[in-house]
Structure formats: structure tokens, C-alpha cells
């Protein structure tokens, strides 16, 4: 290999450091002549070579020349090899030019810095009221002021949560709550005027309720001339007269079953009159029920007080299994363990004939007011009462089924008892009874405290509700539905909505003045404004928001009037 070859090949080994000094060299160089010779003395000395990168040719120096030679390897045939070499500038100009470079100002560009505008955060705290809004009773109630003193503060106008009103008078609560430390002059006054206003409430609602007593005598005394009141009307129709008309007429049974009982010692007539009775005290049970579940909603009771029914039916089954089942089921025990003779029993039968007719007649009114109250609801007989959706007439109609049977049931076994002469039968007779009674009374409390858990409506309402407001174009999506059986008919429906952003703003834009709008987006300016522009529209954008959701809420209730309370709570 060639001396040139061989020196670029160990001029490859070189490291980094090297071009450092060479670059050191250089500004030495152009400091001026003094430190020239030192350069010359480098090179000359053959150090030079160490300095150079491996990115570099492979330098040497004659006199005060510096000459570059190169490799240039070729492939002919076997192989040849060229040697070419450059003439290179002389020292002199070379540390010239470098010092010239090294001499020369450096360009400075003006620094442009952008600086982005960021809205500072507000701290509002764990407790900020300063926004809210309060009602004049509010006001009133709670900061002990008069009607007079709201006249002086700023009055908004906002959109009314009730159905009867669009609109209502709202105040800013720090408004109220300035204007009460200034006629009360403290906070300590203000609280001790409180306390006495609560103390005259409390008194005042004990003189009501003792003036209410008073009336109350004086109308028994006297005769109450008014009009018959709602919760009397309930008993003239519907479940309230089926109910009426099972009390008459099992009252009567009820007496006559005992009379009979005592007369032959009959275990099967005791059941019956045991049956006639405890369902004498059932429907007065359901009676209380109805009278209560027409009561009006309280502010302890929002929802009212239609769940009663439930309640009463469900002691009712509760009473029917103690009282029926229960003693039906001793009276039989005892009678099989000591049987006694019996007497003519020609009244135990003319009474469970009679028994049989009115408990028949009670039996035909609980099944034409239950059809008639299917045929309205659009569901099916069986599916009516299966479900217990007038829970009250389902119990007359159970028990006076459970009668009738009872009647059969006692009438055979004393017949099979007076022909044979055998008192077990007529003890067999009183625990059929007993069984008839405990499986009815079993039923009426499956039913009756399902709907007292919060049943579910049919799942085709719940889809006619879902796509009726799926179909509306504000609404993108529907979740987490709920349907809820109250009671006598109502329902109160709760949904998760995902309302589209575009077309609540789009309903809001289409009330707006558009020209104005884009004179106001024009003069905003600084971040302050900007901060009033959005937060002017944004308030009013929640406003018609708020909207959207009334008008669903009105249009539910008004295609399905059994939907009484609805939740939307937006997603």
C-alpha cells in the first residue's frame, strides 16, 4: 500500500479532541505574527497530523505550503491506484482569513416572544352564595324582612319551575341578605329575631290546631251544612263502593255465621263466621286506605298519599292469615282431636245459603268494576289483577272468591257429616277452609308489596316514553330510564338525557338579533370583554336549556296523562 494510503488510513483513528486544539491553533494563528511561529512549529514538527478529524484528507507541509494529498483507488482489472494532489492556500492567508471570520460582529435578529392570554382562575371557595337567587317568601321567612324592604333591591326575572306560572321575581341573596344587616343592624340581632319568630310559629299552629277542634265539636254539634267532602265522595263509586257494599254485606254474614255456630257447635260454621269476620275488618282496613290515599300532597309527603292503598291491602292479607287462616286451622286441629256430635244443622244450611247469595252478589260487583278498570287501562282481566293495579278491589274480589268456595267447601263437608254421622269430616271442612284462606292471604301480600317496592311500568310504556323523547330533535341520546308504578294510576318517570349542544344554541341564536350579535363580537377586544361576551350568551344559552326541558317535561304529561312527576336531569 502506498505512504499516502497508509497515513489517511491512521488519520481515521483520530478523535474529536483533536480538531478542539486545532481549532485553538488557528485563533492562536490569527492573534498576530508572534504566535506564528509557534504555528509553524506545530506543523512543522509533524503534530499537525495528530489533529486533524478522521473526516478530514491527510495534510502535509513543505516550507510554508500546506499540501493535501488524496487516494483515489480504482477498479481496473486486477486493480490500480492514482495519486492526485492539490495546492492548497500558503499559512499566511489561511490564518488571515480565519482571524478575519473569527473578527467579525455577529448579526443579532430581533426576539419575537408570543405571549398567550390566559383568563385567571377565580377561587370561589367551599361555600359561594353571592349568585344566588331566593324568592321574596324566602326573604321574607328567613331574613326577617317586609315586603316593603324587597321593594328597594334589584328584581330578576326568571323562568318559573311550576306549570301554572311562565316566569316569576327572584333576588340576588347577597342583596337580601346586605338589606338585612341593615334594618337588623348585626347578625346576632338577626338571630335572636329567629328564635322569637319560630317560637310565635310554634305557638300559633297549637292555637290552630285547638281553634280546629273546637269548630270541629261545634259542627257535631250543630250539622255540618257544607258541602259533602272529596273524602266522602270516594265511597259512591269505583273501589270506594265495591268496598262499602263487601262491609254491609259481610257484617251481615258475619252475624248470622255465629248465630249458627252456636247453634250446632258446627267446626266448619265456625270457620265461615271466623272467614265473615276477619274479612268485616279487612275492608274497613282498605276502607281507611282509600279514604287516605285521596288525601292532598303535603310538604312531608310530596307524592301524596296513594301508596295507602297498598298498605291497607297488604294488613289486610297480613289479617286475613292470622285471624282466617289461623283459627280455621285450630278450630280443625281441635276438632280432630276430640270430635264432638253436632245438632240438626237445617240452619247452618239456610244461613250458608244466604252466606252463598250475598257473598255471589259482592262477588259479581268486585268483577264488574275490575273489568271495567282493565277496559280503560287497555290490559287484559287476568293481567289487571295479576299485576294488583287497583289493590282494593283485588281484595274483595280474592276474598269474596275465597267466600264462596268457603261456603261450598262447609256446605259439603256438613253434608257429608250429617249423612254419615262422622264429625271428622266437618273438621276436615274447617282446615280447608283455613287453606283457602292462607293461600289467598299469601297472595294479597306478594302483590301488594311488590307495588309497595317500586314496581316498574309495562315495558312498552317505558318504550313509548324512550322514543317519544328520542324523537325529539334536541335530544341525542336517552340512559338510565326509569318508570315507576305510584299508585291509583300514576307514574312518575325518571331519564338521563344527552341534549345536542348545537340545536339548544341554535334555538337560542334564532331569538337573537344577529347584527347586533356580530357588533358585539366585533368590539371585544381584550380578554375582559371576551370574559362579559361568553358569559352574557352562556347564562343565556343554560336559560334556554332549561327551557328545552320544560317543554319536554309538558309534552310527556300531556300525550300520557298517567305520568305524574317527571325527572329529567340532563347528562
Same mark, same amino acid.
Request: charged share 25%.
Given at each position: ?324 287462616? *289461623?283459627? $280455621?286451622? &285450630?278450630?280443625? #286441629? +281441635?276438632?280432630?282431636?276430640? %270430635?264432638?256430635?253436632?245438632?240438626? @244443622? =237445617? ?30 287501562? *287497555?290490559? $287484559?282481566? &287476568?293481567?289487571? #289483577? +295479576?299485576?294488583?293495579?287497583? %289493590?282494593?278491589?283485588?281484595?274483595? @274480589? =280474592? ?173
Amino acid at each position: 500500500m502506498l505512504p499516502g494510503l497508509a497515513a489517511a488510513t491512521a488519520a481515521h483513528r483520530c478523535s474529536w479532541s483533536s480538531l478542539c486544539r486545532l481549532r485553538l491553533c488557528c485563533r492562536a494563528a490569527a492573534r498576530g505574527s508572534s504566535d506564528r511561529q509557534e504555528w509553524q512549529n506545530l506543523v512543522t514538527l509533524g503534530s499537525f497530523s495528530n489533529m486533524v478529524p478522521c473526516s478530514h484528507p491527510y495534510v502535509y507541509t513543505l516550507s510554508r505550503q500546506v499540501k493535501l494529498y488524496s487516494t483515489n483507488v480504482q477498479k481496473e482489472g486486477r486493480g490500480s491506484q492514482t495519486l492526485r494532489v492539490e495546492k492548497l492556500p500558503s499559512f499566511d492567508e489561511t490564518a488571515e482569513n480565519i482571524g478575519a471570520e473569527l473578527k467579525a460582529p455577529l448579526k443579532q435578529e430581533p426576539l419575537q416572544v408570543r405571549v398567550k392570554a390566559v383568563l385567571k382562575k377565580r377561587d370561589y371557595g367551599s361555600k359561594y352564595t353571592q349568585n344566588n337567587f331566593i324568592t321574596g317568601v324566602r326573604a321574607i321567612n328567613e331574613f326577617c324582612l317586609k315586603s316593603s324592604d324587597l321593594e328597594q333591591l334589584r328584581k330578576i326575572r326568571r323562568r318559573s319551575p311550576h306549570e301554572d306560572t311562565e316566569s316569576f321575581t327572584v333576588y340576588l341573596r347577597s342583596d337580601v341578605e346586605a338589606k338585612s344587616l341593615e334594618v337588623w343592624g348585626s347578625p346576632e340581632a338577626l338571630a335572636r329575631e329567629k328564635k322569637l319568630r319560630k317560637e310565635a310559629e310554634i305557638e300559633y299552629r297549637e292555637r290552630l290546631f285547638r281553634n280546629q277542634k273546637i269548630l270541629r265539636e261545634y259542627r257535631d254539634f250543630l250539622g255540618n251544612t257544607q258541602p259533602r267532602s272529596r273524602t266522602a265522595s270516594v265511597f259512591f263509586k269505583g273501589p270506594g263502593k265495591v268496598v262499602m257494599v263487601a262491609i254491609c254485606i259481610n257484617g251481615l254474614n258475619c252475624f248470622f255465621k255465629f248465630l249458627a255456630w252456636i247453634y250446632t257447635g258446627s267446626a266448619s260454621m265456625f270457620s265461615e263466621a271466623i272467614h265473615s269476620l276477619s274479612d268485616t275488618c279487612n275492608q274497613g282496613l282498605l276502607a281507611l286506605g282509600i279514604s287516605k290515599s285521596v288525601q292532598t300532597p303535603d310538604p312531608t309527603h310530596p307524592y301524596g298519599f296513594s301508596n295507602m292503598r297498598y298498605i291497607s291491602s297488604l294488613i289486610s292479607g297480613v289479617g286475613i292469615f292470622m285471624m282466617g287462616a *289461623g283459627l $280455621s286451622w &285450630y278450630h280443625g #286441629v +281441635m276438632g280432630l282431636l276430640h %270430635p264432638q256430635p253436632m245438632e240438626s @244443622l =237445617l240452619w247452618a244450611y239456610c244461613i250458608l245459603a244466604g252466606s252463598l247469595v250475598s257473598e255471589g252478589a259482592t262477588l259479581l260487583v268486585a268483577v264488574n268494576e275490575l273489568r271495567r278498570s282493565a277496559r280503560a287501562k *287497555g290490559v $287484559s282481566f &287476568y293481567k289487571y #289483577v +295479576m299485576e294488583s293495579r287497583d %289493590p282494593s278491589t283485588n281484595v274483595i @274480589l =280474592l276474598e269474596d272468591t275465597a267466600a264462596v268456595l268457603g261456603v261450598i267447601i262447609a256446605a259439603t263437608c256438613m253434608g257429608l257429616t250429617s249423612i254419615t254421622g262422622n264429625p271428622l269430616y266437618d273438621s276436615l271442612g274447617s282446615l280447608g277452609v283455613g287453606t283457602l284462606l292462607g293461600v289467598v292471604s299469601a297472595f294479597l301480600i306478594y302483590t301488594n308489596t311488590e307495588a309497595l317496592l317500586g314496581r316498574s311500568i309495562q315495558p312498552e310504556q317505558v318504550q313509548r316514553l324512550t322514543e317519544l323523547l328520542e324523537n325529539d330533535p334536541s335530544v341525542r341520546a336517552i340512559h338510565d330510564v326509569k318508570a315507576t308504578d305510584l299508585g291509583l294510576g300514576k307514574v312518575r318517570f325518571k331519564a338521563e338525557v344527552d341534549f345536542d349542544g348545537r340545536v339548544v344554541t341554535r334555538s337560542y341564536l334564532e331569538k337573537q338579533d344577529f347584527d347586533q350579535m356580530l357588533q358585539e363580537i366585533q368590539e371585544v377586544k381584550t380578554p375582559e370583554e371576551l370574559e362579559t361576551f361568553m358569559l352574557k350568551h352562556g347564562e343565556n344559552i343554560i336559560d334556554t336549556l332549561g327551557a328545552e326541558v320544560d317543554r319536554l317535561e309538558k309534552e310527556l304529561k300531556k300525550r300520557n296523562p298517567e305520568v305524574r312527576h317527571v325527572d329529567l336531569e340532563i347528562l
